[in-house]
């Protein structure tokens, strides 16, 4: 079979081909035990942003380190707040086996899971603020997003563009002869049916579908059914309304909508399940939907452009570091100064004012003027 992968720098000959599994086993093998000899044996990895990619993800690259020898330990930033982290991490009780980034040793290499930016601006400490980690500490990158790093004897980027980061994982670790359990089992089809849009999404490539395959063969097919089948509180409706009601279309490519009241922490999560809706919305390519939680603004940003710059689009709106994750779809995060952390009454003045300005940033961006049309009204069902 074809794997295909990114190895190191497309441009410095990193497209790696393979006469068949095994082949390409023994060379990310040796790739990665040169460089445990050359790094140490201590690991950590890090998921930039809970999703159910980035924990299946992680626990592969784990298991991965594992049958080489080397000892890795699971870091996040972000939280459990959408209901199918929520859900995994119940049925799977992740805090026994994952600690938040603001306990990252200082002196482990770093593998870092379904991202590949080292100054992603999701890295965050428990007060929300920016963490910043020496690009010299990352050793490993698993990754299915759309840049590219370049390969050194101390740093392994495994980079391909496909829908999900587990799927590249479960095929490393079953071409090193590594094995799964149940739970890697579990995550991996989780995390590829929620990266992939249940395998619909049009960055979908063979990988993710053999990789689905292969690990349902110890999953639990009620589980997988309850993920996706998740329930939301009543809060989330008016929420939605607020939503609905603040949209309007900028320069007739972008809607933007964002939610008026101030979000609690684990409701910043929420913004990505209302991108999703309207991005199924006729009127605009591309949807952006943000808000205020806790002392971060937060967006989910989707679009259905092949051709635009999504991630210089998210920059433009909210500066460096945010940007385009993957094919259609983005995000933005970032803390707001302890100045303008806002108070229940001082809320409206600083979100409508953040409302201006990213409107008029889409404007300075796509170079013309906004055409305010709001989008129709509907009950939120």
């Not at 690009?135 to 997003?145: A, T, W, Y």
């Not at 349902?216 to 009620?222: E, H, N, V």
């Not at 967006?299 to 998210?314: C, E, H, K, M, P």
């Not at 009454?345 to 709001?374: K, S």
Request: net charge neutral; with cysteine; proline share 4%.
């Amino acid at each position: 079979m074809d794997f295909g992968l990114f190895i190191g720098n497309h441009d410095q000959g990193g497209l790696v081909p393979h006469g068949g599994k095994l082949d390409f086993g023994r060379l990310f093998a040796q790739k990665l035990r040169k460089l445990i000899k050359r790094r140490g044996g201590r690991w950590s990895i890090l998921i930039a942003q809970i999703d159910p990619d980035g924990i299946a993800a992680a626990f592969t690259i784990q298991a991965i380190l594992a049958h080489l020898g080397a000892q890795a330990d699971i870091f996040y930033s972000g939280g459990f707040g959408h209901p199918q982290n929520k859900m995994l991490l119940n049925e799977f009780e992740l805090i026994k086996y994952m600690r938040p980034m603001r306990e990252l040793p200082p002196d482990t290499v770093i593998a870092l899971a379904d991202s590949s930016r080292f100054d992603d601006s999701r890295f965050r400490d428990g007060n929300g603020q920016k963490i910043r980690l020496a690009p010299e500490r990352f050793g490993l990158v698993i990754d299915h997003h759309l840049e590219r790093g370049a390969e050194t004897p101390d740093f392994l980027p495994i980079i391909r563009t496909c829908g999900a980061a587990a799927s590249i994982g479960w095929k490393l670790l079953h071409a090193l002869g590594g094995k799964a359990d149940e739970r890697l089992s579990q995550l991996t089809a989780i995390g590829i049916l929620s990266d992939t849009d249940r395998l619909t999404h049009p960055i979908t490539q063979q990988i993710d579908r053999e990789a689905f395959l292969e690990a349902m063969g110890l999953a639990s097919q009620q589980l997988i059914h309850d993920c996706f089948d998740y329930r939301l509180p009543e809060r989330y409706l008016s929420l939605y309304e607020q939503v609905l009601q603040s949209a309007i279309i900028v320069c007739d490519e972008v809607r933007i909508a964002h939610v008026k009241d101030l979000l609690l922490e684990d409701e910043g999560d929420y913004l990505s399940i209302f991108a999703d809706s309207l991005r199924k919305v006729n009127g605009a390519k591309t949807v952006i939907v943000w808000g205020v939680a806790g002392r971060e603004v937060r967006a989910s940003v989707r679009t259905s452009s092949r051709q635009d710059d999504l991630t210089g689009l998210i920059e433009a709106i909210f500066g460096a570091g945010n940007g385009g994750s993957k094919y259609g779809s983005g995000g933005a995060r970032y803390a707001l100064a302890d100045p303008h952390v806002p108070y229940p009454h001082t809320a409206e003045l600083l979100i409508g004012f953040l409302n201006a300005q990213f409107n008029e940033r889409i404007i300075g961006y796509l170079g013309t003027r906004p055409i305010r049309r709001r989008t129709p009204e509907k009950t939120a069902t």
